[in-house]
Every structure is written in C-alpha cells, then in structure tokens.
C-alpha cells in the first residue's frame, strides 16, 4: 500500500496509514500543499477510498478535487473553517461533514488531520476520513426519541433535566427553565440551579442528592423544596432522581422536576378553611348556649321555651343560609334584614337605602339576624308591632373606623317602659355581637323604643 504514492515526489505513506487500514478505521490519507498553498494533491490515498467514496485511488491521486467535490457545498465552508482554525492554532481539526457518493448516496463522513511542515517549506496534512453515517443516524434516532420523551413528560407538567457528572454539565428541558422561572436561551450550572434554591432548604437537597449518590448501587431520590424565580416569586418544587453507576461510580444524574406550588396555597387555603370553620363552630356553639339560657330565664313555661328557642334558632339557621349561599363572600346587609323580618310582616318596616350599601362577614351577619329577630319579636310582644298602626324604621349611620351602625326606631306602639324589654339579655349580646366588636345602646323612650347597632363590616 505505500508504493500508492511511489511514483509521487514527497512523502511516502504516512506511518499510521498501516495500522488505519488494518484496524478498518476508514480511509488515510496524505495530502501535499506547497508553500504558496495553490496545485494541494494527494500523495497518499488508501485502498479503502473506493468503497467509502466511490472514486478509484488513482483518480483521487490524480485530481484531489475529485473528492473535494463530493463535500456538500454548505459543508464546504465547514471544512475550511476547520483547517483555517487548525491553521491559527495547533494544527490539528476534526469535523464531519456531508458528502455525496459517486453512485448519489449521501454519507455522512469524520475527517481528521494533522499537519507538518516539510524541510521546503510545504505543508503534508495527514489524515483519516471515516464514514460516520449509523453513527450519526443512532444519534439522531436516540436525540429523537429524547425529544419524545420530553414531550411526554412535559405534556403530564413535569420538567426534564440531566446532569453528567463527568463533564459537569447540565440539561435542562424548556419546561424544566420555565418552572425555576428562567428563559430558554438562560445559561444552567450546577451554581446557578443551587442559587434558586431557598437558603433554608439548601442544605437538605445536598443531603438528599449525597445520600442517593453514594448509595451502594446509586438510588433514586426524592425532595420537595423552595425556589426563589429571578423575579422573587417563591414556588414549591418537587424534584425526582436517579444517580446512574458505571465502574468508576456516579456518572450522571437524570430526573424530572413538578411545579407544586399550586397544591402548597391549596393546602394553605384549606388549612385556613378548616381553621375558620372550627372557629365559626365555637362562635356558633356559644351563641347557642347564650340562646338557650337567656330563653330559660325569661319565658315561664315549657312550651314558652319551646316556641321562643325554636324562632330564635331559626334566626340564626336562616342566617347561616345566607350566609352560605354567599360562596363565604361578606354578606349584603339589606339582604339579611329582609330575610330575618319577612317572618314578621316586611312591609311594616322600613328600611332605608343606604343600608344596601353595607356588607358583613359570615360570623358577624348571624349576630346581626339574632339581634333584629329578637327585637322584631319584642316590637310584636310589647312595642310599635302589637298595633296595627305601629311600624319600624332602620337607617344606617356613621361609626368609626371599620364599623358601621344601624339605628332601631319604633313608632306608633303603646308607651314604652323599661321593665317591658327585659328579653334580650347582656349575655346574649355578647355572645351574638360584642365578640366581634359591636355593641348595642337600647333607649327605652316613651315614644317607642329605639337601639342603636354599632358593628364591624366587611371590606
């Protein structure tokens, strides 16, 4: 095979083109270049030439642009840019570039080479071309299928990530970056994945990560943790892993990663719900003993308590109900007034405008129905409602900061003593209203009688 370029001035056959062949590494080669660069030719082509490209020997060593040729035109410039670069630098290049076949076929092909400068002044670049093609199609059918896979799992959410613990470097799928709150163009090291994480619970992912690394046969891990976006926003992660082996130890780490934060403010959400139910259930559990003992002590007889206990619960259910069917927004006051006084004739009273502007909260709003169906149920017992003629007004005023009240006239009714309005306990206000920072100021006035409700609205 040397004697290929015997009848050539130059150099013989490069030294590894012998052991190229042998192994079946592909096609050496030995090109000359004069000084001024121009008339390159072959000096040495081996006898693997015609199989990989399809062109005799004799015709590369003939014509070197026979084979240039073949170099697909956008990947002409690559291989100049190579040996321009090779040039600049420690003379050495190694690319793969296209090439179509004698017979049409397109290859893909690696050319290596390194140059040495001769006594004269010319340049000899030795080199090996080999045909890379299943190479390249493995790899593009394996980048594929990494393609899928990230779809797949970005379609359930989860963000796709790898880390080479040879190389240190990290992949980062563009679901995985738009989780942590990055672009997909941001740059990911090892350093900037550890700045995300919140300072408190850096520590414990290290831990985690060590603990599954140097786990006798690699293992998987699991941790969930705070993340800090460029932006400040705090988001919950879930990372999932797994440590890869081989015989030198742990060479790569590969793992999906789950926005949680959304499950988290549920949780925070349904914590607070359950906090505020249990508090509304002892609000309402108090209220309801207050009911229960205030009743004992002013009727006179079992079927008394009875009428009286049920009509007061009913207040309190009918306030529930709206207060339920509000979804837990505040409660639109005029709305609440209405429903409690319908039971006792709605058009006796009179409600005036500038109360449907005022809103309660849930606990506040039962208070408020216990509070007018108690006096609505006094009005018909002893006041302006046990005569036909008789009738209420209710009008908003002003309070401080937070509050707002309401004012309870009567009129029309028979003359008002004190000792007549003993039904409505002070323990019962308390436990109706004033917890929650109302009060209630009764006037007992010989026109009829009037309260004033101070209480604390919504918004």
Not at 120 to 137: E, F, I, N, Q, Y
């Amino acid at each position: 095979m040397a004697d290929q370029g015997s009848e050539f001035d130059g150099p013989r056959a490069p030294p590894f083109a012998e052991v190229a062949e042998a192994l079946g590494l592909g096609m050496a080669y030995q090109i000359l270049a004069p000084p001024d660069g121009d008339g390159r030719r072959f000096s040495y082509v081996s006898a693997t030439c015609e199989a990989l490209t399809g062109v005799p020997v004799q015709a590369a060593l003939a014509d070197a642009r026979v084979l240039y040729d073949q170099i697909l035109p956008e990947h002409r410039e690559i291989l100049a840019a190579a040996e321009a670069q090779a040039l600049a630098g420690d003379g050495r290049f190694d690319v793969e570039v296209q090439l179509r076949r004698a017979d049409g076929d397109l290859r893909w092909v690696r050319i290596a080479s390194a140059r040495r400068i001769l006594p004269d002044g010319s340049t000899a670049w030795d080199g090996l071309l080999a045909d890379v093609t299943d190479a390249r199609r493995t790899a593009d059918e394996l980048e594929e299928q990494r393609r899928r896979m990230e779809v797949a799992v970005e379609a359930t959410g989860l963000g796709f990530w790898e880390w080479d613990l040879r190389t240190n470097a990290i992949a980062w799928s563009d679901r995985n970056k738009a989780i942590f709150g990055l672009p997909m163009d941001a740059p990911v090291t090892v350093e900037i994945y550890l700045a995300t994480i919140h300072p408190d619970d850096r520590a414990g992912c290290i831990d985690v990560y060590t603990k599954a690394r140097d786990r006798v046969g690699g293992g998987d891990f699991a941790m969930e943790y705070r993340a800090v976006a460029p932006n400040g926003q705090l988001r919950w992660i879930l990372t999932r892993g797994r440590v890869v082996l081989d015989d030198t130890g742990a060479v790569l780490v590969v793992g999906t990663t789950l926005d949680n934060t959304a499950r988290h403010e549920a949780e925070e959400r349904r914590s607070l719900v359950m906090g505020e139910l249990a508090h509304r259930a002892k609000n309402g559990l108090q209220v309801m003993m207050a009911i229960i003992t205030e009743t004992a002590r002013t009727v006179e007889s079992v079927a008394a308590f009875k009428s009286t206990l049920i009509a007061r619960l009913e207040a309190m259910a009918q306030a529930q109900d709206l207060v339920t069917a509000s979804g837990g927004r505040p409660v639109q006051l005029a709305d609440l007034a209405a429903q409690t006084l319908t039971p006792f004739g709605l058009e006796r009273f009179e409600l005036a405008p500038d109360i449907a502007g005022l809103t309660v909260h849930g606990d506040v709003a039962a208070g408020l129905a216990l509070l007018l169906h108690e006096m609505a149920t006094n009005a018909v017992k002893y006041g302006a409602l046990s005569r036909p003629e008789g009738r209420v007004s209710l009008k908003a005023e002003g309070a401080g900061p937070g509050m707002a009240a309401l004012h309870w006239r009567e009129r029309g009714g028979p003359p008002v003593e004190p000792s007549n309005r003993r039904g409505f306990g002070t323990k019962l206000l308390q436990a109706a209203l004033r917890q929650h920072g109302g009060k209630v100021e009764p006037r007992f006035e010989p026109d009829g009688f009037k309260a004033r409700i101070e209480f604390r609205v919504a918004g």
